[in-house]
């Protein structure tokens, strides 16, 4: 009984439903298995008929007596029996389903599960119910049943309990995965009775201990693959003799040049940085914290110390306008301490980029700030020791071409999306993370406040005072264009009613996805500059640059974005000496909705709101955005945190003993399906 043979050779089915299987990516048996249940229903209990109450839904066991077939003047089949027991009797009805009277008998005992309702005449009834004849393997009714994602008209979930049942005979030749003192260790199930018990389970306590043990199976190989990455990186440019070292007069000199103290929290990032950095291995080091938190001038050190080391530096940034952001804050604090460095983005002059690109190959230039431009020029850095990567995720295979191919730098990569530490490790499992979860003393958080409806035109009122002495305003919409499914505002709709008929004595600015870069590009630096006093948009705000003079953020229809998206807005506006305000406007009746935007008026700690949003919207919402990156799991949930931390020292610990895992053959072979599939081969 081979695992990984093909559906088509082992499933009694036509090749329609193979088809359809297919389209969900089921092809194999092993693939079947690893279909797994979305949710479950308590069918394991019977209950008496005294015990029934109308609109529950519930489990009965009884003998069929009395059924009948019969059809109505408009062509309906209805099937109808009564279900004796010693306690009374249940009348049973089903329409339009033929197939029972050929499979029903008078006296079969079954337990059906359904919906109970009040009869015709008064009497309790079970109406559509599902049911099974008591045996030894009842799958449908009468134990806990599992629920699987239906697909089209084929793939019901019934279906599939039908087809899963038998293959469950598989699980017990399955190899294990781990080695068996891990499973020990970690007190798990056997992988084979684990899928068992995932499909049908015993009890609710098997079910659990089940998902328990294939979640950390799973984030055990999640874990394995970032780290084994992690080596590989490393052990590519061993002994690559890019050493940053630090002393404490270039310490003093570093922090003698600043206006301010660093926070304790980047006091310890830059120790763990500083660290890496004199290390003969390249880092691979995540800082993340909150937009405001003084990431910009942690990375600055790092540039700082390469430069007086003799290394060059490069720092990418997604956009245009972003890049040309912190050029001026690192020529602001590292010009004065002898740093050349220059900005190449897209729409530098050509004979400006061969000016740059000979200079960075001579090494006349210590530190680099560009966009996608910096990758795709034909650039050669004289000693590239130090890159920098601001939102990551943002970039493809050409940041990790340039960094290839410049001998393999220490890299550090920045974010402004605060991520707890438990996703951050298993989403970046190949880097160290580093955390400033601390904002510098005498920053003034935004007033963030919920306005109803009827206040809208109040607050419209209040935001033209404000423009008239000279704030400006973000207005951002969910959607582009209007929509015929979803009655939120659209950006150009909105940019149209505001320009028209609220603000026309102001000069409004539309950003959105849809427009070229460099039309987005010259409509921040517009509104940067103050030639635009109202700059509605969509999310392409969210990473964007600092406005000073922007105090208010509005956010229509604001039930429609997570907390972390929403503190990610919010973070536009704030970054001045004036107070700033984030109006959060909502027509939602939904109570998960009130409670989250409720938190983002009470709670101003990004990380904070991270974790909620991840309980209660998942891993993609804390990006705002299905991103890239984050790992598509079967079982597992990223706020299972003590299992992230057990699979993880388990990873590492393997590791230690076998770098090659060459003596876990099984190990290496299923690593390599799970990479295969995060790189979609």
């Given at each position: 009984?081979?695992?990984?043979?093909?559906?088509?050779?082992?499933?009694?089915?036509?090749?329609?439903?193979?088809?359809?299987?297919?389209?969900?990516?089921?092809?194999?048996?092993?693939?079947?298995?690893?279909?797994?249940?979305?949710?479950?229903?308590?069918?394991?209990?019977?209950?008496?008929?005294?015990?029934?109450?109308?609109?529950?839904?519930?489990?009965?066991?009884?003998?069929?007596?009395?059924?009948?077939?019969?059809?109505?003047?408009?062509?309906?089949?209805?099937?109808?029996?009564?279900?004796?027991?010693?306690?009374?009797?249940?009348?049973?009805?089903?329409?339009?389903?033929?197939?029972?009277?050929?499979?029903?008998?008078?006296?079969?005992?079954?337990?059906?599960?359904?919906?109970?309702?009040?009869?015709?005449?008064?009497?309790?009834?079970?109406?559509?119910?599902?049911?099974?004849?008591?045996?030894?393997?009842?799958?449908?009714?009468?134990?806990?049943?599992?629920?699987?994602?239906?697909?089209?008209?084929?793939?019901?979930?019934?279906?599939?309990?039908?087809?899963?049942?038998?293959?469950?005979?598989?699980?017990s030749k399955l190899p294990p995965l781990l080695?068996?003192?891990?499973?020990?260790?970690?007190?798990?199930?056997?992988?084979?009775?684990?899928?068992?018990?995932?499909?049908?389970?015993?009890?609710?306590?098997?079910?659990?201990?089940?998902?328990?043990?294939?979640?950390?199976?799973?984030?055990?190989?999640?874990?394995?693959?970032?780290?084994?990455?992690?080596?590989?990186?490393?052990?590519?440019?061993?002994?690559?003799?890019?050493?940053?070292?630090?002393?404490?007069?270039?310490?003093?000199?570093?922090?003698?040049?600043?206006?301010?103290?660093?926070?304790?929290?980047?006091?310890?990032?830059?120790?763990?940085?500083?660290?890496?950095?004199?290390?003969?291995?390249?880092?691979?080091?995540?800082?993340?914290?909150?937009?405001?938190?003084?990431?910009?001038?942690?990375?600055?050190?790092?540039?700082?110390?390469?430069?007086?080391?003799?290394?060059?530096?490069?720092?990418?940034?997604?956009?245009?306008?972003?890049?040309?952001?912190?050029?001026?804050?690192?020529?602001?604090?590292?010009?004065?301490?002898?740093?050349?460095?220059?900005?190449?983005?897209?729409?530098?002059?050509?004979?400006?980029?061969?000016?740059?690109?000979?200079?960075?190959?001579?090494?006349?230039?210590?530190?680099?700030?560009?966009?996608?431009?910096?990758?795709?020029?034909?650039?050669?850095?004289?000693?590239?020791?130090?890159?920098?990567?601001?939102?990551?995720?943002?970039?493809?295979?050409?940041?990790?071409?340039?960094?290839?191919?410049?001998?393999?730098?220490?890299?550090?990569?920045?974010?402004?999306?605060?991520?707890?530490?438990?996703?951050?490790?298993?989403?970046?499992?190949?880097?160290?993370?580093?955390?400033?979860?601390?904002?510098?003393?005498?920053?003034?958080?935004?007033?963030?406040?919920?306005?109803?409806?009827?206040?809208?035109?109040?607050?419209?009122?209040?935001?033209?005072?404000?423009?008239?002495?000279?704030?400006?305003?973000?207005?951002?919409?969910?959607?582009?264009?209007?929509?015929?499914?979803?009655?939120?505002?659209?950006a150009k709709k909105e940019f149209a009613r505001?320009?028209?008929?609220?603000?026309?004595?102001?000069?409004?600015?539309?950003?959105?996805?849809?427009?070229?870069?460099?039309?987005?590009?010259?409509?921040?630096?517009?509104?940067?500059?103050?030639?635009?006093?109202?700059?509605?948009?969509?999310?392409?705000?969210?990473?964007?640059?600092?406005?000073?003079?922007?105090?208010?953020?509005?956010?229509?229809?604001?039930?429609?974005?997570?907390?972390?998206?929403?503190?990610?807005?919010?973070?536009?506006?704030?970054?001045?000496?004036?107070?700033?305000?984030?109006?959060?406007?909502?027509?939602?009746?939904?109570?998960?909705?009130?409670?989250?935007?409720?938190?983002?008026?009470?709670?101003?700690?990004?990380?904070?709101?991270?974790?909620?949003?991840?309980?209660?919207?998942?891993?993609?919402?804390?990006?705002?955005?299905?991103?890239?990156?984050?790992?598509?799991?079967?079982?597992?949930?990223?706020?299972?945190?003590?299992?992230?931390?057990?699979?993880?020292?388990?990873?590492?610990?393997?590791?230690?003993?076998?770098?090659?895992?060459?003596?876990?053959?099984?190990?290496?072979?299923?690593?390599?399906?799970?990479?295969?599939?995060?790189?979609?081969?």
């Amino acid at each position: 009984m081979d695992i990984r043979a093909p559906l088509s050779e082992t499933l009694a089915t036509t090749s329609r439903h193979l088809k359809a299987l297919a389209e969900i990516g089921v092809t194999r048996v092993e693939d079947f298995l690893n279909y797994f249940p979305r949710t479950y229903a308590d069918f394991s209990a019977p209950k008496k008929f005294s015990e029934l109450i109308p609109g529950e839904t519930a489990t009965v066991v009884g003998k069929v007596q009395n059924l009948k077939t019969f059809r109505t003047p408009r062509g309906r089949t209805i099937i109808s029996a009564k279900l004796i027991s010693e306690d009374g009797s249940l009348n049973l009805t089903w329409f339009n389903q033929t197939f029972i009277a050929r499979i029903l008998r008078n006296g079969d005992e079954i337990a059906i599960s359904g919906r109970i309702q009040i009869g015709p005449r008064g009497a309790i009834a079970l109406i559509g119910g599902s049911f099974e004849k008591i045996s030894d393997e009842m799958i449908h009714a009468g134990r806990i049943v599992p629920i699987y994602r239906s697909h089209g008209k084929l793939i019901s979930s019934k279906w599939l309990r039908e087809k899963l049942y038998p293959l469950l005979d598989y699980t017990s030749k399955l190899p294990p995965l781990l080695p068996v003192a891990l499973s020990a260790k970690e007190n798990l199930l056997s992988r084979g009775e684990a899928i068992r018990q995932i499909h049908f389970p015993d009890s609710f306590e098997k079910l659990e201990r089940a998902r328990e043990s294939l979640a950390f199976e799973e984030l055990f190989f999640l874990q394995l693959g970032g780290l084994r990455r992690k080596l590989d990186w490393q052990i590519g440019a061993a002994g690559s003799g890019k050493i940053i070292s630090h002393s404490k007069a270039l310490l003093f000199e570093f922090a003698a040049a600043l206006p301010f103290k660093f926070t304790a929290a980047q006091k310890i990032s830059s120790a763990e940085i500083l660290r890496d950095l004199q290390k003969d291995l390249p880092m691979n080091r995540l800082l993340e914290g909150d937009v405001g938190s003084g990431k910009t001038v942690v990375a600055a050190l790092a540039i700082f110390l390469a430069a007086k080391n003799g290394f060059q530096a490069a720092l990418l940034a997604p956009t245009e306008i972003l890049a040309s952001q912190h050029f001026r804050n690192f020529l602001w604090l590292l010009h004065p301490l002898g740093i050349r460095g220059e900005l190449l983005t897209g729409s530098t002059p050509a004979k400006k980029k061969k000016e740059i690109a000979s200079k960075l190959k001579s090494g006349e230039l210590d530190l680099v700030v560009g966009t996608h431009a910096l990758l795709e020029a034909k650039i050669d850095f004289q000693n590239l020791g130090l890159a920098v990567i601001d939102e990551q995720h943002r970039f493809g295979v050409e940041q990790r071409t340039l960094i290839r191919k410049n001998g393999t730098p220490h890299v550090l990569s920045l974010t402004a999306t605060p991520i707890p530490r438990t996703l951050a490790l298993t989403i970046f499992g190949d880097q160290d993370v580093s955390i400033i979860d601390e904002m510098p003393p005498g920053r003034i958080p935004p007033i963030t406040r919920i306005i109803p409806p009827q206040k809208r035109i109040e607050s419209e009122r209040w935001i033209e005072s404000e423009v008239e002495k000279g704030r400006q305003v973000f207005i951002v919409c969910p959607l582009v264009e209007e929509s015929e499914t979803l009655e939120v505002k659209s950006a150009k709709k909105e940019f149209a009613r505001l320009s028209e008929k609220v603000f026309p004595q102001f000069k409004l600015g539309l950003l959105h996805g849809k427009l070229r870069p460099k039309e987005k590009d010259a409509t921040m630096a517009a509104f940067a500059a103050g030639e635009i006093q109202i700059l509605v948009a969509t999310t392409v705000i969210e990473v964007g640059i600092d406005i000073p003079n922007a105090t208010i953020m509005l956010i229509e229809a604001a039930e429609r974005f997570g907390l972390a998206q929403l503190h990610q807005l919010r973070g536009r506006v704030g970054r001045g000496s004036d107070q700033s305000y984030c109006f959060l406007f909502s027509e939602s009746d939904s109570e998960e909705a009130k409670t989250r935007l409720h938190a983002l008026e009470n709670i101003s700690s990004g990380f904070e709101l991270a974790k909620m949003d991840l309980k209660l919207r998942g891993p993609g919402e804390v990006f705002g955005m299905r991103q890239s990156g984050i790992p598509d799991l079967k079982v597992a949930k990223l706020t299972d945190h003590e299992i992230i931390k057990r699979s993880r020292d388990a990873a590492e610990s393997l590791l230690e003993k076998d770098p090659t895992l060459k003596n876990y053959p099984e190990i290496l072979f299923r690593l390599k399906e799970v990479e295969e599939r995060r790189d979609g081969n």
